[in-house]
């Protein structure tokens, strides 16, 4: 398939942002029960307005991908059957409720509601972050379905594509944690860290397992099946114009094999390697801007990994156009 | 329940086109049109087009059949292209089980594109929405026309009969009696798709005989022995036979 930079940006952006949310309610339940040290309100409300600004700047990139973004509302009705409307239903759900979550740490409404059995104090921030939670898991389900629902292109149709999306959102959300903590200098780096590092790992293990799946599997159907004639021998003469044409353009990449192979490399050292040992760096020298060199080097790599992952994709319709396939 | 399709009969077909420019010419003016073409008479041209017809050959030269295979939406019975659709504007009308797109309500996001694995659909890049065969809704529906004429324009158009155009659902349409009669098969069947459009395949009507089934060896009453012809300068008219 063609790699779409609108997409790219979609999928990576709202990946960092939902997994900063999970970092941020992750680190107030650890508070909670006392394992971390509580944060200023400050710590939160920040933090979920930078998650907020990348789940809006990913909305405003797949605008980009639209021929009609002023009808996209329309896009909501259809929930009952398509995961990319789900998806348009899931982000500004996740949207809304991680701006209440931020605004309720804002104004500091965290006094408890009511104490269950006497140790947990339950206030607004909970429940809105609970509900937030709940809306961006939905979220990474919904925007990886999207292309783990197609069966044709069997290289996405695999719960392998939600495992991908989840744990690399995550892992990214967990680094820009990190280097959120370490920007405002409070004690959180290392817990951010290690979750990133964890999370990241078992992206490497998803994303390894997908690269060893769809450098093996052949695609059902085959030209014969494709035209309906079975002799071994077939071969195509013409493809029915000479320019290009949309079935060229949109399901092609044109990238040489060389260069796919260079930016697979790429995002396997900059996703997985060289964040991890920066983290780990960090920890060592208790450095306050390794992790934010971890984050970035992290989401350039996650850029790379998005655009490898749409030239993986063989769309059937390839079949009939074998002089570029 | 009717559902309309087209059967397409590899046996007979030239690859002349002449489907591809008349869906052309009646559709971009029509009600499923424009049709844009990009740098149409310049270098690289492009457009949307709902029909395309390719050349297979197969076998090894000299021995070879040469395919022309007409190309364009198959309408299919259970289309993948239909539910993935966020907005309803690609759909399946319940009356003649022809799939359209709304352009109206289509924000052209691409994903039905993906979701058909035959490639049919086309990206219109200046109205930017997604388009694909009506089968010619706007003419088969139309009850002003004489019936002869209510049928898509690249039926009209072949020039040797290579199109045939029907409900598939009624057992004894022209359609549904050549897919029957004639190997009618539908293309990547493996999806379960189930394409109304079917095709039908080169047929080849070869005699299976025998030297000696062309002469007769055993002939035991000798009653069909050839008279032994005149002598030269006689002609067949003067003999009685
Ligand atoms: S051929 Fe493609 S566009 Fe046409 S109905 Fe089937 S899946 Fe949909
Ligand atoms: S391109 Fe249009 S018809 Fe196709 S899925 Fe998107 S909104 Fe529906």
């Known amino acids: 398939m063609h790699p779409a930079f609108s997409v790219i940006f979609l999928t990576t952006l709202i990946g960092v942002g939902q997994g900063l949310f999970l970092a941020l309610y992750t680190g107030q339940l650890y508070a909670l029960a006392n394992l971390l040290p509580a944060q200023s309100s400050d710590f939160y409300a920040v933090g979920s307005m930078v998650s907020l600004i990348l789940l809006f700047a990913g909305l405003i990139a797949s605008f980009f991908h639209l021929g009609h973004p002023e009808r996209a509302w329309r896009a909501a009705t259809q929930w009952r059957t398509s995961w990319l409307s789900r998806e348009v239903l899931a982000l500004p759900a996740a949207m809304g409720l991680i701006f209440l979550y931020g605004t309720v740490h804002f104004f500091d409404l965290t006094k408890p ?213 | 329940m009717t559902q309309l399709a087209l059967v397409i009969d590899l046996n ?92 109206d309500k289509c924000i052209g996001c691409k994903y039905c594109s993906w979701a058909c694995p035959y490639g049919v659909r086309e990206f219109d890049e200046q109205q930017k929405v997604m388009k694909k065969c009506t089968l010619c809704i ?30 598939i659902h009624d057992p004894d349409s022209e359609v549904s009696v050549a897919i029957r009669e004639q190997g009618g098969y539908a293309l990547q069947p493996e999806w379960g798709t189930e394409p109304s459009n079917h095709y039908l395949p080169r047929r080849k009507t070869r005699i299976q005989i025998h030297e000696d089934e062309l002469v007769r060896v055993d002939n035991p009453l000798k009653k069909e022995a050839l008279p032994t012809l005149p002598a030269a300068g006689e002609t067949l008219d003067d003999v009685a036979w």
């Open chain 1, 113 to 325: 509601l009511f104490v269950i059995s006497g140790t947990l104090p339950v206030d607004f921030s909970l429940i809105i972050g609970g509900l937030g939670t709940l809306a961006v898991f939905g979220l990474f389900l919904c925007t990886a379905m999207i292309y783990a629902s197609l069966r044709f292109i069997k290289a996405w149709y695999s719960p392998l594509t939600v495992a991908n999306f989840l744990f690399l959102g995550i892992a990214s959300g967990f680094m820009l944690a990190s280097a959120f903590s370490a920007y405002q200098g409070n004690s959180l780096v290392s817990f951010y860290g290690t979750w990133a590092v964890i999370a990241t790992l078992f992206g490497l293990l998803a994303r390894v397992a997908t690269l060893y799946r769809n450098g093996r599997f052949r695609c059902k159907v085959d030209l014969k099946s494709a035209v309906g004639v079975h002799h071994s021998q077939l071969e195509q003469k013409a493809q029915g114009f000479m320019g290009g044409s949309f079935n060229t353009r949109e399901f092609f990449h044109g990238k040489s094999e060389g260069l796919l192979r260079l930016v697979r490399y790429l995002f396997l050292l900059m996703v997985f390697v060289v964040p991890v040992i920066l983290i780990l760096l960090a920890y060592a020298l208790e450095s306050e801007t390794l992790p934010l060199l971890a984050f970035g080097i992290q989401y350039l790599g996650l850029i790379l990994e998005r655009y490898h992952f749409f030239t993986e994709a063989q769309h059937p319709q390839n079949l009939y156009y074998q002089s570029m396939a």
């Open chain 2, 12 to 103: 007979v077909c030239v690859g002349c086109h002449a489907c591809v420019t008349s869906c052309k010419e009646w559709n971009t003016s029509g009600w499923a049109g424009p049709m844009t073409d990009q740098r149409p008479y310049d270098a690289d041209p492009t457009g949307v087009f709902f029909n395309r017809v390719q050349t297979y050959e197969a076998g090894v030269f000299p021995n070879t059949e040469t395919y022309h295979f007409p190309k364009s939406c198959l309408h299919c019975e259970d289309p993948p292209c239909v539910p993935v659709c966020p907005t309803g504007a690609s759909y399946k009308r319940e009356d003649n089980g022809v799939v359209l797109v709304d352009y």
């Open chain 2, 138 to 167: 706007d003419r088969i529906t139309d009850m002003s026309l004489p019936e002869s004429e209510r049928k898509p324009a690249c039926v009209l158009a072949c020039p040797t009969r290579a199109r045939i155009y029907g409900d």
